[in-house]
Structures are given as C-alpha cells and as structure tokens.
T-cell receptor, first 113, second 111 residues
Framework: GESVGLHLPTLSVQEGDNSIINCAYS??????FIWYKQESGKGPQFIID?????DKRQGQRVTVLLNKTVKHLSLQIAATQPGDSAVYFC????????????FGTGTRLQVFP | GAGVSQSPSNKVTEKGKDVELRCDPI?????LYWYRQSLGQGLEFLIY????????KSGLPSDRFSAERTGGSVSTLTIQRTQQEDSAVYLC?????????FGPGTRLTVT
C-alpha cells in the first residue's frame, strides 16, 4: 500500500556541518507531516511539523521543507552537534480527518567530532 | 507537565504466557495509539483510540493482541500466549491536535 519512505538509511556528518535528511511520501492527499527524533532506548521525540499549505518551516536549528510537486520532505539541521546523533523518522497524517500517522523506516544520523 | 508514561519499562516472559502493558497518556489528550518497534526498524501501528469512538484495530497482527482504554485515559495492551516474534519495544503515544507524543516504551522479551 502507500507508504512513507526514506532515501538514506544512514547519514554520517562532521560536527558543525549541516545535515539534510530526506523523505519521500506517496499519499498525495496527506496534508500534515512530522519529523521525530529517536535516541537509543527512548521513545520518538517531536522535532517539527508542517502542513501542506506551507513549503518551509523553521525551528531552532532545524528547518523542514515540503515539496508537494514531487512529494518530498526534508529535515535540515544546522551546525550539527553530537547530541543530534539519533534515528530520524518522518511521518505523514493519513487518512486525513484522523490523527493517524504513517511512519517512514528511519534514517540514522551519526555525528563525528 | 507530565508526559506519556509506560510500565513496565522492561518485561521478560516465557513463551506462552500472557502479558499486560500499561500506558498513561498526557492528561486531556483524547487520542491514544499503540505501536510496535522491532530492533532497528520503524514503527508499526497497532491500534488507535479516539475519544469515545470504536477503536481502530486494523494494525493488530493477530487475535492474541487486544487493548482497552478505560475512562478515556489509561490504556492496557494485552498479548496472550506470547511468541518469540512478539519480542519488540511497544510504544504508546497520545495526542490532542494531531501531534503525537510518545512514551519511553516497554521492551518485551519473550524467551
């Protein structure tokens, strides 16, 4: 069935560099997207969300970009820090008019000093 | 304020035994979700409660799995006659505005 997926299972970056984590979704009717961060042994933690009426949303050191034309979502982390090392999941709200989320398989971000 | 809590944090059980996992959602959150996460994998949806509506059980993998939500708050996920393939982390989340907040999970090991 339709699903959310990720291009890269593992991303390694040097401390201080910017990170970009990508996600492709296939439910064109989805109108709400979320990025979660999951550290080892913990539950997923909300990072940032975006609705389909926006192309970009910024938080503290993070930016989410939404390209509805190609059904692509990305998470940008500025000045990546060791504490950013975790698995990152994108999720889409589907079906609409519910609170259900479909999660991608996750990308592991490794930050090297 | 208090987040989503789950208990126990770890559970080791013998194959064939029943287990109960508990979730305390954030106060005031009307929606509650259960997910399963196998090692190194993504989140597998199990069941979803929304207010007083009938739960969405479409993700439950077999009839050995069931869940209840009493009084619109605490939820219990029950797995009967556990199998080794049930070993995973079971995550609970609650939401009010679509943004789901997760608990720390219960790590279940079936020996």
């Amino acid at each position: 069935g339709e699903s959310v997926g990720l291009h890269l299972p593992t991303l390694s970056v040097q401390e201080g560099d910017n990170s970009i984590i990508n996600c492709a979704y296939s439910n064109s009717a989805s109108d709400y997207f979320i990025w979660y961060k999951q550290e080892s042994g913990k539950g997923p933690q909300f990072i940032i969300d975006i609705r389909s009426n926006m192309d970009k949303r910024q938080g503290q050191r993070v930016t989410v970009l939404l390209n509805k034309t190609v059904k692509h979502l990305s998470l940008q982390i500025a000045a990546t820090q060791p504490g950013d090392s975790a698995v990152y999941f994108c999720a889409e709200n589907f079906p609409r008019n519910t609170d259900k989320l479909i999660f991608g398989t996750g990308t592991r971000l490794q930050v090297f000093p | 304020g208090a987040g989503v809590s789950q208990s126990p944090s770890n559970k080791v059980t013998e194959k064939g035994k029943d287990v109960e996992l508990r979730c305390d959602p954030i106060s005031g959150h009307t929606a509650l979700y259960w997910y399963r996460q196998s090692l190194g994998q993504g989140l597998e949806f199990l069941i979803y409660f929304q207010g007083n509506s009938a739960p969405d059980k479409s993700g439950l993998p077999s009839d050995r799995f069931s869940a209840e939500r009493t009084g619109g708050s605490v939820s219990t996920l029950t797995i009967q006659r556990t199998q080794q393939e049930d070993s995973a982390v079971y995550l609970c989340a609650s939401s009010r505005d679509g943004r789901q907040y997760f608990g720390p999970g219960t790590r279940l090991t079936v020996t």
